[in-house]
């Protein structure tokens, strides 16, 4: 397997930097006291053009007047600079490079071009790059750290990939208040050469990190993109935040690394089918993201609740049933065995409330470990440990009293030993998280921290930490994806399109979209063309009443509700009536003589393509209930059996494929296959732009498509 | 208007509290020192039966020895000995009472009773009391802390209404970490006699406070609680969180302050009727309401964002477009005179992004004031201005670059002048939240904070807190309730639910579910009776072809898919058929011939009785996808036409109410006059426990009830 670029990037043996300075007011002095400052051991050589000395270390004036090629390259210099920088730095033999400078493709065509020839020159040089336009890597197992604040040294298990550079850098102190300790971050900038895949590749590899979140704000590569995390997220956790996906996200995100952002709805898809976590907000994404990095693994979804305060324990259990966990009533015996501990109207129901409890060991560690023992619960989330928080909160009340002994003594001498508590998830193989409002300013929460136990500042989102692991738990559950080999090309399907757009046609008609889906195992309505009352008997009479009257001509795109459609037809009387009404609002149209299909039943199958991702399937609810519900789901093709199957899952109205209401079970297989098949036929045939198929209807068991639309286009990449 | 209980209990001018001592141990000590030490300038009594001297005030053996009869007597006492010290109190005149003592209603049927002897004494002597089972108030006006913690004497702007005492105590440090400052705060405890509803008037008419919160396990008395918010949120904002709406939730709930709970989507519904926005933790609880009480409120959806980085700035738009908000593009002219203060490849156009930019005061005040002084918008957030903060974060690196100059210092030297940007909501109306990652530890953030600008520690929330005063925009905007009057009850409908109770019927037949509802107006099928093949014939000529052909028997709840149901008969040969099958299945049951109503969108509305909320009225999507779209929302009853026309706008599929697909609009008048009809029809006849009217069909623009279910019961209260 070839090297992932990030390897050499993230742990090199010598670093050059250009831009610092020994003035402390310019970022890439920062940056390279982060270098000075926070353990690199290797050779670190400052590039200035006229300082004999940078920051105490010898400076060279030129890549040329240095003793060795560096390892890494390290650029904060004005944008016309980056060029001629990393052409002398290729030129000495420096194969990695990271480009913090701004100014390319997120400025404009100018800057576009300048990332071009950028490329251009790394293509040449077999150099990989980082950038432009990005705020640096963390990689705590050196130590090395190249952004601009201090970093955290204690290694940590979480890695980080983003599209912006305060997600790794500004966010420090914030990660440091939570005790969150990142494994790597990487700032990903433009992307020009080594891009977010790459690090997700690179990541998925790397023992140190557990788990892995990525700040997104549109994703170039999706094929490659879902691949990469289909390998990784059985295993190993990923996270994903997307916020370009609204009108102003896209904006936003566009003038800021230049990333081309897709729909909302689009990602959603996307981050299933790669098996990603997606999460709603930075804090999330840290917090669910440290969680999973530090917590085994969920096994099921049995939640236990201990606290000392009501409130926040009803909070939990609500946060736990939403996401799909369950808080149920321990057995009688270990009800029994708590009981023991806690005063005599408190709840040893689970939650367990111990009300206003003084003994805090009995909160944190006894109780809790009864349950993790009784083999009755998956998981654990503990509210109200807190040890010097509370004290500070009524010491100033009470400091006569305490006869003048300082807070800080009182603090030491109540402090409590957590070290039994923090080893059980450990123990027990089971996972836990801690509710608590008091922060970094209590001890207790600082134990936890310290500890690698994720502490959160409300009962709610220490259940939906807890929520997020349950997610990773149906992810491990997945069937295994097998990438489905392609059918052959049918030739006829290649034909029909070829005749439809050499006579100039931007669509098939229904007749034609139906006979090239029949071609790839798409059922649909029994039908017949005809262009004369005789035919239309005829036909009629070969289906079988009722049928379905529609007038046919690939510019009809819509039929409802302009008299080109009439259905229910029970006899040759009324077949004629319709035959000509229709063929008369049409214009002189071929009429469509169709099998009537009716259920309450009505669903969707299409697709889109979307830069990025190529072709994409849609499934949904159908008939008048498209627009309205927009009860529908996403993926890119071409679909594995097992993503088709997830796609029917999606839907809110999943119940409807069940047997329900006195209907039989839809044939999920055939459903899954109409699926599989207009993704396949997207990626067979290009001159294909969109594929409608609406309604799908569901009379008994079988999927029948209805109507069907095929956009073509001329031209298609 | 009657004095509220509330408004003695807040403001006394002399406290006796019992269950203090010398012992800093005992909670109730505890709550005795925030009396002293938190600035309470009226009279204290400790109670205590040995001690002379408590906390250093002279101390009373009981109530007997007391000098007065306090304003308010404060219980920290065993359970067994609240009754006796009620009645104590009431014996020298004491009106109010805080009970925090528990062990009441919520430890079972023996509490109960007691819970019921202590609200037959108050009764009886006019007390009004707080609790049991509750943890004190807040009145940061007086000032007057009855909470065990040390409380911000600076005072506040948010009220707070708690069934969590937690939620007022134990977040008190929580609180002052993110600036929130409560004006009163009140904790309900089981609310025996006086409620959260009682709370919930005095802090609507309270001056101080701007905003109310509400943390909410149960409501007892749901009309009460509708019609005092009514009056309430058109003008101050209030916010809640319920969470005792899930199978976990209600247990731990109920165990807690022994609430009842009721579904969560009824409480949605519930809040909607009421103009309340509600949260979904108590973070969002504390924060949004600290937004509102705090803004000026919004006055439309523009919203501008300023930030220094792009990430944050795509997350800001993203929250802000998910919540209904627009981030549109300044115009030209704003943008120039933007663009003078910023780098030359930063975005002028909205968001700001000013890139790695060190001039805050561009930040923080010049471009903020520019985009309020435009017109261009009504609400800001911004992003990234740090003090402090960076400083820490960087000191450690260049602290020897620094000149040994200490941080302190520095941060002194450097410290930023925030005047001039706290004013900005004031001056020009128009409402900022900050977004920042730096806490407290930042001095900006805390110069924020001290002026009553919300700062949040993540965009998206910044964002969210901007959302949540788009709702009350909305909540503003809406038209008065006037509460309507019930009609005249029909002694017509009266009999048909006699004679069927007379009947031993558990329920209606749809025959007669259909004729009650009609005379209240609701608009039913055409429908006949037919007990032979003739009045068959006779009735489906009389209604006319197609028809429908049930079969018509009280206990037959639901025909689909059983053989009672044949639809769309077309002649008097396929009627005789159908009425022989119906009768045949339906063994002899009445047969109902009906007219075919046919159109694709079904509806459906409803009543179910909820305790503490009385009938509430259902309304949804109807027929197949009732079930698997559960797309439907609740109101309690009686209904004004506003509130039923909201109800109609509350469902996901609403566009299916207006022109659709070839469709005609909905008469959304006629649908909302069924809605008022099946309230009334609840409680002018309490006989009827349940009402399902379902379909409801569109077949034009007119909604017909097609099937009705009014299932009956024997004894309702």
């Known amino acids: 397997m070839k090297e992932n670029p990030l390897h050499l990037l993230l742990n090199p043996q010598s670093i050059a930097v250009a831009g610092a300075s020994n003035n402390p007011q310019k970022m890439g002095t920062l940056q390279a006291l982060s270098v000075i400052k926070d353990g690199f051991t290797g050779r670190f050589y400052p590039i200035h053009p006229t ?39 290729t030129g000495i033999g420096t194969k990695r490079a990271i480009i913090i400078s701004a100014g390319f493709r997120e400025v404009g065509p100018e800057g576009a071009a300048m990332e ?11 150099m990989r790059f980082l950038g432009p336009n990005c705020m640096g890597i963390v990689n705590t197992a050196l130590p090395l750290n190249l952004t601009i604040g201090k970093m955290d040294k204690r290694p940590g298990s979480l890695g980080m990939i983003s599209q912006s550079g305060t997600y790794v850098t500004q966010t420090l102190p914030y990660l440091h208040e939570r005790g969150i300790r990142f494994s790597k971050a990487i700032s990903c900038g433009n992307e020009a050469n080594i891009d977010m895949v790459d690090a997700l590749e690179y990541l998925g590899e790397d023992e140190q990190t557990k788990a892995i979140i990525m700040y997104i704000e549109g994703i170039k590569d999706g094929r490659r993109f879902i691949e990469t995390a289909q390998k990784i997220t059985p295993h190993k956790p990923v996270l994903a935040q997307y916020v370009g996906g609204s009108a102003s996200g896209a904006r936003a995100g566009l003038s800021h690394t230049g990333s081309l952002a897709g729909p909302d709805f689009l990602y959603e898809g996307i981050f299933r089918q790669a098996g990603v976590i997606r999460c709603h907000s930075i804090e999330d994404l840290y917090a669910h993201g440290w969680t999973h990095a530090t917590q085994p693994p969920l096994r099921g979804n049995r939640l236990a609740v201990v606290t000392n305060s009501g409130g926040p324990g009803t909070a939990i259990s609500h946060n736990a049933d939403l996401g799909g966990m369950t808080v149920s009533r321990f057995s009688d015996a270990l009800q029994a065995k708590i009981r023991e501990l806690i005063p005599p109207h408190a709840s040893a129901a689970n939650p367990v409330d111990l009300t206003y409890h003084r003994d805090m060991n009995v909160l944190s560690t006894q109780i809790p470990e009864m349950i993790l023992q009784s083999g009755e619960v998956d998981g654990l989330v503990v509210h109200g440990s807190v040890g010097s928080g509370f004290l500070k909160m009524v010491y100033d009340h009470m400091k006569e009293m305490a006869g003048g002994i300082p807070e800080e003594d009182v603090v030491r001498q109540l402090a409590q030993d957590l070290t039994e508590a923090i080893a059980l998830p450990g123990k027990y193989g089971i996972p836990m998280t801690i509710s608590s409002f008091f922060g970094r300013l209590d001890d207790n929460t600082v134990k936890y921290m310290d500890g690698d136990i994720p502490v959160f500042d409300s009962p709610e989102k220490a259940a939906r930490g807890m929520v997020s692991l349950f997610s990773h738990l149906k992810i491990r559950k997945r069937k295994p994806i097998v990438k489905p080999a392609l059918p052959e090309v049918s030739p006829e399907a290649s034909r029909i399109v070829k005749t439809a757009l050499d006579a100039g046609q931007n669509a098939l008609d229904e007749r ?22 005789d035919e239309a008997l005829k036909a009629a009479n070969a289906i079988g009443y ?9 510019e009809i795109m819509h039929k409802t509700g302009k008299g080109l459609i009439e259905l229910n037809i029970r006899n040759s009387e009324a077949l004629l009536a319709a035959f000509r009404s229709v063929r008369a609002t049409g214009n002189g149209a071929d009429v469509l003589i169709q099998e009537m299909v009716s259920g309450s039943r009505e669903l969707v199958a299409g697709m889109t393509r979307f830069p990025g991702f190529g072709p994409c399937v849609l499934f949904g609810l159908g008939g008048v209930f498209t627009e309205a519900l927009k009860d529908t789901t996403f993926r890119a093709a071409p679909l594995s059996g097992v993503e088709a199957d997830e796609m029917l899952n999606d839907i809110r109205a999943k119940e409807l494929l069940g047997p329900f209401r006195g209907m039989p ?8 296959s ?3 098949a207009v993704g396949n036929i997207a990626l067979l045939h290009p001159e294909i732009a969109e594929i409608d198929l609406n309604p799908i209807i ?9 109507d069907a639309l095929i956009v073509l286009a001329r031209v298609i990449q």
């Open 51 to 89: 300082e004999k000395t940078v920051l105490g270390h010898k400076a060279y004036p030129s890549a040329q007047a240095l003793p060795e090629a560096p390892d890494l390259l390290l650029l904060i210099v004005p944008t016309s600079l980056v060029i001629p920088m990393v052409e002398d730095f």
């Open 116 to 126: 071009e020839r950028l490329k251009e020159i790394a293509r040449l040089h077999k």
């Open 512 to 533: 034609q979209a139906k006979q090239l889906l029949a071609l790839y195992g798409v059922p649909t309505t029994r039908e017949e063309i005809a262009r004369s009352e």
């Open 546 to 554: 009722p049928v379905a009257v529609k007038a046919c001509f690939w």
């Open 665 to 672: 079970a839809a044939d999920v297989s055939a459903l899954a």
């Open 674 to 676: 109409i699926l599989q």
């Open 698 to 706: 569901l009379a008994g068991p079988s999927p029948v498509v209805v």
